[in-house]
């Protein structure tokens, strides 16, 4: 007789082993989330990053390498809501010595998740130490809110944050009005405006104004865009007449304000990929009166250009949403023109909302050879403009960067011009007797054959195509091989 099996567990062991399993399960999660927050804030608070710009804070988090990305993001934020505060209260208490500070950002995630957020369970070494000493945390943060007068840490978190105050900028829309028109105006409701002293038919006006409602911004008469927004149109510096490649258009400011720069004469071709961002861009030039807009709702990646339209392109202007790091250079790879398929192309601007390198510079840098190749070059838009790029290449001094911690939003912008025609020809007259002088794109291609440039869709194709020619000669040789034996 086969013995009796044992009995079924009650019922409410099987729902406290599916809890405790469950908890677990969560406290795994916050201890890893813990060390990518971290992570992510060592980069954060390295070098001009601690602007605590949001942009740069979901390019790190979004990477592949963060798992969890919702907590962590979450995590970082608040650790930098509250780091004043924490740094105060761990210097009270003397945590943070010699043996802790390299793990200093951890210990700053950690003893926020103590004193402000979830209970933490003891999982780690950081975990535990904080636990230790969470009495003489607590005891210093009452102190600490004492010594600001503050009953709750709310009030601690207003005091702190002390925001640059900055003004309010509009683009007059010359497609319809003129500057002194936009002033006078205005000064009829009491408002103080001034002219900037940068940019063109951009107006100053003091914080804090609401403009939203007002006449000239519903009739399209001005648009409310920020001073480093404004500067990207004029880096590109269309002519009217010229047919210009917006790559990523909506919501339209940018867009609108380069058929202005183009008297509303020639042509934009404006690509957006977002069936919902399209209907905004369409209202924007609807409500801007541009002309001579044409909106491609699509993948400006997916245009043919052999197409007859893009043979006559002579700007592009690429700006991508902000944290697209890791498809940006193959993004302005494809649109520097090759093979002279867009040989009208005279200047590229590349422009990003972003103040994080991996987005600016590293993708100038990636694609600089494929440029110089392709007789395009680096130039200075604004010279007079005190912040350049990172001078991690040589060449960054002609990027321009704009500082959010001061008047402006953080923007980064690239111009690549062509250059000019005569230097080609100088270079094509200096060949050896009876050979031709190899051209910039061929020398290029045969370094190309071992270093294939990072992240650009170009440089994989002519990989390819190496490949595949050197096939074609090994099964071109095998077969004269058979039929000579």
């Known amino acids: 007789m086969s013995p009796r099996p044992p009995p079924p567990p009650p019922q409410g062991s099987l729902t406290k082993n599916r809890r405790m399993s469950s908890k677990n399960g969560a406290e795994r999660s916050a201890y890893f989330a813990r060390r990518e927050a971290a992570r992510v804030l060592r980069r954060v608070l390295q070098g001009d990053d601690a602007r605590r710009a949001t942009a740069s804070i979901k390019s790190l988090v979004y990477s592949p390498s963060v798992r969890n990305k919702r907590a962590t993001f979450a995590l970082v934020c608040q650790t930098l809501k509250y780091l004043p505060i924490l740094k105060d209260v761990l210097a009270a208490t003397s945590i943070l010595n010699r043996k802790w500070k390299k793990q200093e950002e951890l210990i700053y995630v950690t003893a926020y998740d103590i004193l402000f957020g979830q209970q933490t369970a003891v999982m780690g070494d950081v975990e535990n130490f904080l636990i230790l000493h969470k009495d003489s945390l607590q005891t210093a943060l009452a102190r600490n809110s004492a010594r600001h007068k503050v009953k709750k840490i709310e009030d601690m978190l207003q005091k702190n944050d002390v925001r640059v105050t900055k003004p309010r900028y509009i683009r007059v829309n010359?497609?319809?009005?003129?500057?002194?028109?936009?002033?006078?105006?205005?000064?009829?409701?009491?408002?103080?405006?001034?002219?900037?002293?940068?940019?063109?038919?951009?107006?100053?006006?003091?914080?804090?104004?609401?403009?939203?409602?007002?006449?000239?911004?519903?009739?399209?008469?001005?648009?409310?865009?920020?001073?480093?927004?404004?500067?990207?149109?004029?880096?590109?510096?269309?002519?009217?007449?010229?047919?210009?490649?917006?790559?990523?258009?909506?919501?339209?400011?940018?867009?609108?304000?380069?058929?202005?720069?183009?008297?509303?004469?020639?042509?934009?071709?404006?690509?957006?990929?977002?069936?919902?961002?399209?209907?905004?861009?369409?209202?924007?030039?609807?409500?801007?009166?541009?002309?001579?807009?044409?909106?491609?709702?699509?993948?400006?990646?997916?245009?043919?250009?052999?197409?007859?339209?893009?043979?006559?392109?002579?700007?592009?202007?690429?700006?991508?949403?902000?944290?697209?790091?890791?498809?940006?250079?193959?993004?302005?790879?494809?649109?520097?023109?090759?093979?002279?398929?867009?040989?009208?192309?005279?200047?590229?601007?590349?422009?990003?909302?972003?103040?994080h390198q991996t987005e600016n510079e590293d993708v100038i840098k990636s694609v600089l050879p494929l440029a110089t190749s392709l007789n395009f070059e680096l130039a200075t838009p604004f010279p007079l403009w005190p912040h350049r790029g990172r001078p991690v290449f040589e060449g960054a001094e002609h990027l321009l960067r704009t500082d959010p911690a001061e008047d402006t939003e953080g923007f980064f912008i690239a111009l690549f011009v062509k250059k000019c025609n005569s230097a080609n020809n100088k270079l094509s007259r200096r060949t050896v007797p009876g050979k031709s002088?190899?051209?910039?794109?061929?020398?290029?291609?045969?370094?190309?054959?071992?270093?294939?440039?990072?992240?650009?869709?170009?440089?994989?194709?002519?990989?390819?195509?190496?490949?595949?020619?050197?096939?074609?000669?090994?099964?071109?040789?095998?077969?004269?091989?058979?039929?000579?034996?």
């Not at 002194?180 to 951009?202: H, Q, Y």
């Not at 001005?222 to 919501?251: E, H, N, R, T």
């Open 174 to 355: 010359t497609l319809k009005v003129d500057a002194e028109s936009v002033i006078r105006e205005l000064e009829k409701s009491n408002f103080a405006v001034s002219r900037d002293d940068t940019i063109p038919d951009v107006l100053v006006l003091p914080s804090g104004i609401d403009l939203h409602d007002h006449p000239l911004v519903l009739n399209g008469s001005i648009f409310l865009q920020g001073k480093a927004s404004s500067m990207v149109a004029i880096a590109l510096s269309p002519k009217p007449g010229w047919k210009v490649l917006d790559a990523c258009a909506a919501p339209g400011n940018k867009t609108v304000h380069l058929a202005a720069l183009m008297r509303g004469k020639g042509k934009i071709i404006a690509c957006e990929f977002n069936a919902e961002r399209v209907r905004i861009l369409e209202k924007t030039i609807r409500r801007s009166g541009a002309p001579n807009v044409d909106i491609v709702n699509g993948d400006f990646l997916d245009i043919n250009t052999s197409d007859p339209v893009f043979k006559e392109v002579h700007a592009i202007l690429l700006d991508p949403s902000c944290s697209g790091s890791g498809i940006s250079a193959e993004r302005l790879d494809y649109l520097l023109p090759s093979y002279k398929k867009v040989p009208a192309v005279e200047r590229v601007v590349y422009s990003t909302c972003s103040v």
């Open 437 to 485: 002088m190899p051209s910039l794109s061929t020398k290029f291609m045969r370094g190309a054959r071992c270093k294939p440039y990072p992240f650009c869709k170009m440089s994989a194709m002519w990989l390819y195509k190496h490949l595949a020619k050197q096939r074609t000669r090994k099964s071109g040789h095998l077969r004269r091989m058979t039929q000579k034996g």
